[in-house]
């Protein structure tokens, strides 16, 4: 009776390891099929993104000089020199990126990723740009070039890298609630914006 009782443990022992392996041989093929069923931007398009993106982040800067800028162009493009305002040169872009994605790879799931890679670079921009303001005390303007052409590139390097999270695919509309949210908040803060340093117009 107790070498029938030991068998029988040993038996137990070695389905529950069989099951183990078996549970995590599927993980990692349901891990792999997610991964493949994600398009991630090639190596070249990863640099024609990055191309066409900071040119049309940079000529937003230059918008609100046209003659034809009005007040509802400037919820979208900076109307003042402030950092904060700086900040649609990267929000727009990369929602733009998002857009593309979503499109070109028939799935509302690629939108996130650019998205979230933008705000991330959003402090270091910041404390960047204020990090130079306290030494120099005036703008630099090729230093500006650097830093946002630097940030965008950043910006696009984690889209590319986030596009294949499980997490970021899983969660597209809590990233459509974001997207509504930071432009709604970019709008309202353009024209409404309190007495803070990061608003102020240092131009």
Avoid at 17 to 44: C, G, Y
Avoid at 118 to 143: C, D, K, N, Q, S
Wanted: aromatic share 14%.
């Amino acid at each position: 009776m107790l070498v029938f009782s030991k068998k029988s443990y040993f038996c137990i022992f070695i389905f529950n390891e069989i099951q183990l392996e078996k549970s995590a041989k599927d993980h990692r093929e349901r891990r792999k099929n997610m991964e493949n069923t994600t398009h991630r931007m090639s190596r070249k398009e990863t640099i024609i993104a990055a191309i066409l993106l900071i040119a049309f982040g940079t000529s937003m800067h230059f918008v609100h000089h046209v003659p034809f800028f009005n007040h509802f162009l400037g919820y979208i493009f900076p109307v003042t020199e402030s950092v904060m305002a700086h900040m649609k040169m990267v929000f727009y872009p990369m929602l733009l990126l998002g857009i593309y994605l979503a499109i070109s790879r028939h799935d509302i799931c690629e939108i996130g990723a650019p998205i979230l890679g933008g705000l991330a670079v959003m402090p270091l921009i910041i404390a960047t740009f204020f990090a130079y303001w306290v030494f120099v005390r005036h703008e630099l303007l090729f230093l500006d070039i650097i830093i946002y052409i630097s940030c965008m590139i950043g910006a696009i390097h984690l889209a590319k890298r986030w596009s294949t999270s499980p997490f970021v695919q899983r969660n597209w509309p809590l990233w459509i609630v974001l997207i509504i949210c930071g432009i709604i908040c970019i709008g309202v803060l353009t024209y409404h914006s309190p007495d803070w340093i990061i608003f102020a117009d240092l131009g």
